[in-house]
């Protein structure tokens, strides 16, 4: 408030305090909605995580290890790193 609205309008301290303490607790009423809800963002979040990790085979099967990129989705080609690991 400015010195000319006290001055046009005289309240005690206590009528200032009471006003401060009715703002505060209709803050405190206001009720938050969610756009997205909670159970959406936890499946969203893990179907970008599965996108993800898509790309990152893919990527690095065929741009870094100079494949084709869509054998990186075979199954074979899976089986062979397996069996390249497990020295089969």
């Known amino acids: 408030m400015t010195e000319k609205e006290i001055q046009h309008n005289p309240k005690t301290r206590e009528q200032l305090k009471e006003e401060k303490v009715k703002a505060s607790t209709k803050e405190k009423r206001k009720v938050r909605v969610r756009l997205i809800p909670i159970w959406l963002r936890v499946i969203i979040v893990i179907f970008t995580l599965f996108i993800s990790l898509i790309l990152g085979v893919i990527i ?29």
Do not use: C, E, Q
């Open 60 to 88: 690095g099967y065929g741009v870094i290890g100079d494949g084709k990129p869509m054998d990186a989705l075979k199954k074979s080609t899976w089986s062979h790193i397996i069996d390249l690991v497990n020295k089969k």
